[in-house]
């Protein structure tokens, strides 16, 4: 395959309104020659996360030798507008070839936004 995820978060990450999360990968190309320049990772972001979440394109502005690894950390703005609470949010990361064609399997990231305590609801 030609991207291999090694490494991703399993566990539910969480952030607070308007902050930026980051999503670590290990990812190997899996194929006997190098990525072409123009790829990118981007998200699919179902209706309910689309509210919540902002869209990601994430260019893989350097070199890809064949069958290496490397580590890419996404950012995974929560907008500001987004609401705190127990609600999970799901998305998917997805490579994007310099075509516009999807490879390597979606990679499901988890997110919820941290309730915000109001000092009113606190005492």
């Not at 020659?33 to 350097?62: C, F, M, N, R, Y």
């Not at 987004?82 to 990679?107: E, R």
Request: aromatic letters at 8%.
């Amino acid at each position: 395959m030609k991207a291999n995820i090694i490494a991703s978060p399993k566990d539910v990450l969480v952030g607070k309104i308007g902050h930026v999360v980051m999503v670590d990968l290990e990812v190997q190309n899996g194929f006997e020659h190098p990525w072409k320049q123009g790829a990118s990772i981007q998200s699919i972001l179902p209706a309910e996360t689309i509210q919540t979440i902002d869209e990601v394109v994430l260019p893989i502005d350097w070199a890809v030798a064949e069958n290496t690894k490397f580590k890419v950390s996404v950012p995974i703005k929560i907008k500001d507008s987004a609401k705190g609470g127990d609600k999970v949010y799901h998305l998917d990361l997805q490579f994007i070839g310099a075509k516009g064609n999807p490879f390597g399997p979606k990679i499901p990231i988890k997110i919820q936004v941290e309730k915000i305590i109001d000092e009113i609801e606190y005492f």
